[in-house]
């Protein structure tokens, strides 16, 4: 298979991705019940999947010519059926990474671009709009109609091409899998709250994440909401009960506030007691007992188009979002709208504006999250009939929402204080929580390691549940450690709600015990991350096991006096692009760590010069921008990207501006730039959760 087979790549995260045709599917946008058994009663159809409400996936019976088949079969629902079909792709040199089309495209164009002429553009290209996404300046979600004579792959490369386009990519399918089910009903201690406690079989004595060690502090606040996004929430749950718990619940599957499970939805209700199961004397009790639950229901293969509006949805209502799903390992960059939403929600979003703190599940097939796999990457999964299948894949591997830098990712360890065998890992993970262990190529086989107590709602046959199902102790995967981390994001806000997203995060890894794991991994010898960095990181735990009680009391300690340090240093001249080693110096001996900070630049040149900058830090972590006219500039850290790294961390040493020309015409200087710096009053060894000690 070749580029040849239609000549032209799918745009996805700001670049483009060689993808071939399957062989023997194809998807079709459906609006009737009628049109799905007119695709089941074609004779050449083997298997028919429903993947949204809109869009399903069809398979050709096996055949010799099976291509010759598909796309007879597709020719003939599209012009004798009337039915929207579109081919499925495959990366190249990657089959088990495939991709499945709508009907639509996002698509942003530049601020200037009349609305007049954008209107006549998609009238040209056949495209219809859907809706404007205010948040994205000058952004749609456009639909592709008959009128473009292309599919959305070709019709997206058509008006990237175009110069008032920043970008144009087709909306997929993403199917999502949640990381674990819960698979018993028994209730012993919730080991994974505790600090230190007596060891027994198969559990560290310092297991747990301190959580019962912060409530002296705060159990959490009902002003704090924590919203589950999942498959569905037993409501009649006691453990969520209390006066104000439950708020602002919706089912985005059924359109409506009932977020209850359906058969086979066993995943929200264990993922949600573990971040805010109640203190009621009666059950379990979740990391954040006294914080507001919000529950969203959400459908496991959401369109591209759907996760903007549920991230924007969630973020007006919530101050953290615990999302314990992830898809498996394959070539899955983000759709650069959805991309973009992230990061205006986890920078400037979240129900006070201070951001959403948004936490991911790491993924449970013993992967890299971002890189690229020589050795095949193994595990099992239930087949259609429910039979066990093993999959496979190798090359290079990126899961995009867990590798945003706005997101915290959480990675599993287990009661032994080691990697959890099947957990995800690499630069991406931000810190690891408590679970249980068991191997992904085959998880009956026992591991080393205690399951995870938290709520359930494992039904019986029928549409009730059974009595005594209420709780579960051998729930896992990094779907357990992700509610984890989100209980303890709602403490520290708890304890100090005036903190922005960017800080919770910083607090959380900052404070984080470091764990270690000696041993190469089980099933690929060649993986030994369980050390750390000179940065205090592992691939395998991030910056440490979680710990609730030295992150909430950091929190607390943040809502001291601060004191605003203004610095600038002189400026120099803005090198061509082929010359950008040139680098302007301010040195910082204040040790007191950083809380905020405002960039500011003054330009002498032509108006409209533009110049691009890179702002490093001591701890070695830099932003880039954009600096597009002449005059002051000011920059906030939330309008800094991926700014992780420049706080919560001394101020000390030298801050490094670079600057170059975006082209060989411009001709410019900087007159002088300074920094503007809020910094904690008591210096940074002797504030709780300091990242100045030595990386163990």
């Known amino acids: 298979m070749s580029l040849e087979d239609h000549g032209y790549p799918l745009l996805r995260g700001g670049g483009e991705i060689p993808v071939g045709r399957t062989p023997e599917s194809f998807t079709c946008v459906v609006r009737r019940p009628a049109e799905v058994e007119q695709l089941q009663a074609a004779p050449e159809i083997g298997t028919v999947e429903r993947l949204t409400r809109t869009v399903v996936r069809a398979s050709v019976i096996?055949?010799?010519?099976?291509?010759?088949?598909?796309d007879a079969t597709m020719r003939s629902l599209r012009e004798d059926g009337g039915l929207i079909v579109h081919h499925e792709y495959q990366r190249l040199g990657d089959p088990a990474t495939t991709y499945q089309l709508t009907d639509e495209l996002i698509a942003r164009f530049r601020p200037d671009v009349p609305t007049a002429r954008l209107a006549t553009r998609f009238d040209e290209?056949?495209?219809?709009?859907?809706?404007?996404?205010l948040d994205l300046e000058n952004a749609y979600l456009l639909r592709v109609t008959d009128q473009a004579a292309a599919n959305p792959l070709k019709v997206a490369m058509r008006l990237a091409d175009h110069a008032d386009t920043i970008y144009a990519e087709p909306v997929l399918v993403n199917s999502f899998a949640p990381a674990s089910l819960p698979t018993d009903d028994r209730f012993p201690h919730q080991w994974h709250l505790a600090g230190r406690r007596e060891p027994g079989p198969d559990i560290a004595p310092d297991a747990g994440i301190s959580a019962v060690q912060a409530w002296e502090v705060t159990k959490g606040s009902r002003d704090i909401v924590v919203a589950v996004l999942d498959d569905g929430f037993d409501l009649r749950h006691p453990d969520f009960g209390g006066d104000g718990k439950v708020v602002d619940p919706v089912d985005f599957?059924?359109?409506?506030?009932?977020?209850?499970?359906?058969?086979?939805?066993?995943?929200?209700?264990?993922?949600?007691?573990?971040?805010?199961?109640?203190?009621?004397?009666?059950?379990c009790v979740g990391v954040a007992p006294g914080c507001a639950f919000m529950p969203?229901?959400?459908p496991f293969k959401p369109h591209d188009s759907w996760m903007?509006?549920?991230?924007?949805?969630v973020s007006l209502r919530a101050h953290v979002a615990s999302c314990s799903w992830s898809l498996p390992p394959g070539f899955h960059p983000l759709n650069r709208a959805v991309a973009e939403t992230l990061t205006r929600v986890t920078s400037r979003g979240g129900r006070d504006g201070r951001g959403l703190v948004v936490v991911f599940a790491a993924g449970n097939f013993d992967a890299p999250i971002t890189g690229r796999c020589d050795e095949p990457v193994r595990w099992s999964e239930l087949g259609v009939m429910g039979a066990p299948r093993m999959r496979s894949?190798?090359?290079?591997?990126?899961?995009?929402?867990?590798?945003h830098a706005g997101v915290i990712t959480v990675s599993a360890c287990t009661s032994?204080?080691?990697?959890?065998?099947?957990?995800?890992?690499?630069?991406?993970?931000?810190?690891?929580?408590?679970s249980n262990n068991r191997d992904p190529t085959a998880p009956t086989n026992p591991l080393p390691g205690r399951g995870i107590t938290t709520t359930d709602n494992e039904p019986p046959v029928g549409s009730d549940y059974q009595p005594g199902k209420r709780y579960t102790d051998s729930f896992g995967g990094t779907s357990a450690a992700c509610p984890q981390v989100a209980g303890v994001a709602a403490l520290v806000k708890s304890a100090n709600p005036l903190l922005r997203a960017r800080d919770v995060k910083a607090i959380i890894q900052a404070t984080a015990t470091k764990i270690s794991d000696p041993d190469a991994d089980a099933l690929y010898p060649a993986n030994a991350f369980g050390t750390y960095d000179a940065d205090g990181h592992s691939p395998w735990f991030g910056y440490g096991k979680v710990d609730a009680d030295a992150a909430v009391r950091a929190a607390a300690a943040r809502a001291s006096a601060r004191t605003v340090v203004e610095l600038t240093a002189p400026g120099f001249r803005v090198p061509a692009p082929e010359d950008a080693g040139i680098a302007g110096v301010l040195p910082v001996s204040d040790t007191r760590v950083v809380a905020d900070l405002e960039l500011a630049i003054e330009l002498d040149g032509r108006p409209g010069a533009g110049v691009r900058v890179l702002l490093t830090g001591p701890a070695r972590a830099a932003v880039a921008l954009d600096v597009a006219r002449a005059g002051r500039t000011t920059f906030a850290l939330e309008d800094l990207v991926a700014p992780g790294g420049l706080t919560g961390r001394p101020a000390a040493g030298d801050w490094l501006l670079r600057a170059v020309a975006a082209s060989d015409d411009t001709s410019c200087a900087i007159r002088r730039w300074g920094l503007r710096l809020t910094l904690f009053d008591e210096p940074a060894d002797q504030r709780p959760g300091s990242v100045s000690e030595p990386a163990q």
């Open 62 to 70: 096996p055949a010799v010519d099976v291509e010759d088949l598909r």
């Open 125 to 133: 290209a056949g495209l219809v709009v859907k809706k404007a996404y």
């Open 253 to 283: 599957v059924g359109d409506d506030d009932n977020p209850a499970p359906e058969d086979g939805d066993y995943h929200g209700t264990p993922c949600a007691g573990l971040a805010i199961a109640e203190e009621n004397g009666y059950g």
């Open 296 to 298: 969203v229901r959400i």
């Open 308 to 313: 903007i509006e549920l991230f924007q949805y």
């Open 393 to 403: 894949q190798l090359g290079q591997l990126v899961s995009g929402l867990q590798a």
């Open 416 to 434: 032994l204080n080691r990697k959890a065998l099947y957990s995800n890992w690499g630069a991406e993970v931000a810190v690891a929580a408590p």
